[in-house]
């Protein structure tokens, strides 16, 4: 089922019916050809908005359990701020968020997609990391270098409605499946999490753009970004957030990426690519932003 109103998948209009039909042909037979190499480890799973096929070898039970596990490691191991009002925005902002990805989905009959969602906002005290995450389960991370450039709730708002579409369309999971594929040849996640526990959360780390240093992290492809963008621009928009922030949230980022190269750039596209494709998915928001007035 459609959750967003608007133009349907872009890639139909340009290829037309006939060519739509191979593309879904060849998605299918790529699927295929992935589930039986991978034996009984998973399959494919549509994407929510896109109705793209994505790849989910890991099961979102297990994905849960170690996204759970890591986010506390992660809390362990951080200085989460002492400042009450900006922690008090984080949780504000995402909550509204959170509350209108539930809604987008509950529309879709989609509910139990998130059912096991425990939702937690935090914001780590690090000046010098421009970054944000989202883990399975709703374990949103904001660190403190980011929120200059934020600069307001709508600013935060456009970093957490994407992370949290990256999270929606299960872009993780995806992920996760093509580095086990990579990595040890489709080894199911309890295999390889009892086999090689440090790698495996490593891996996992790198996935979802947790880790530490710069060269840990995997980039995101196009395709995910595009959908999590359009997915953020929705979920903002329903928020109550002017969905056109956006565009000057990535200026603003754009400047930075010339001076130097934050964690939130280097796992992610060129803001100017990245301006121009939002601007194509702002009318299919915008209504979304005026009706929540
Ligand atoms: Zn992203």
Redesign the pocket.
């Known amino acids: 089922m459609k959750i967003f109103a608007g133009n349907s998948d872009p890639l139909k209009v340009v290829t037309g019916k006939r060519q739509g039909l191979y593309v879904k042909v060849l998605r299918l037979l790529f699927c295929l050809i992935l589930v039986l190499a991978a034996q009984f480890l998973g399959g494919c799973a549509e994407v929510p908005i896109t109705h793209r096929e994505g790849l989910h070898l890991v099961p979102e039970s297990q994905l849960l359990t170690l996204s759970f596990q890591q986010y506390e490691q992660v809390l362990k191991t951080s200085r989460l701020s002492s400042d009450q009002g900006k922690t008090h925005m984080v949780r504000t902002v995402g909550e509204k968020v959170a509350k209108s990805a539930e809604a987008f989905l509950k529309d879709a009959g989609q509910s139990g997609k998130i059912s096991d969602y425990h939702w937690e906002f935090n914001l780590i005290e690090d000046d010098n990391t421009v970054n944000a995450w989202c883990m399975p389960g709703g374990k949103v991370g904001v660190y403190t270098g980011i929120l200059p450039y934020a600069q307001n709730e709508a600013g935060l708002a456009v970093v957490l409605g994407?992370?949290i579409?990256?999270a929606l369309a299960d872009?993780g999971n995806e992920r996760m499946s093509q580095a086990l594929l990579a990595e040890t040849g489709g080894m199911a996640l309890s295999v390889a999490l009892s086999q090689k526990p440090r790698e495996t959360q490593d891996l996992f780390m790198a996935v979802f753009?947790v880790g530490v240093s710069v060269g840990a992290l995997l980039p995101?492809s196009r395709l995910?970004?595009s959908e999590?963008?359009r997915i953020g621009l929705m979920l903002m928009a329903r928020a109550g957030y002017d969905p056109r922030e956006s565009i000057l949230f990535w200026e603003r980022m754009s400047k930075e990426r010339k001076a130097k190269s934050p964690e939130?750039l280097s796992?992610?596209p060129a803001p100017e690519s990245r301006i121009e494709n939002l601007k194509n998915y702002i009318p299919e928001a915008l209504p979304y932003y005026k009706k929540s007035r």
């Open positions: 994407h992370e579409g990256h872009h753009g995101y995910h970004e999590a963008d939130f796992t992610h």
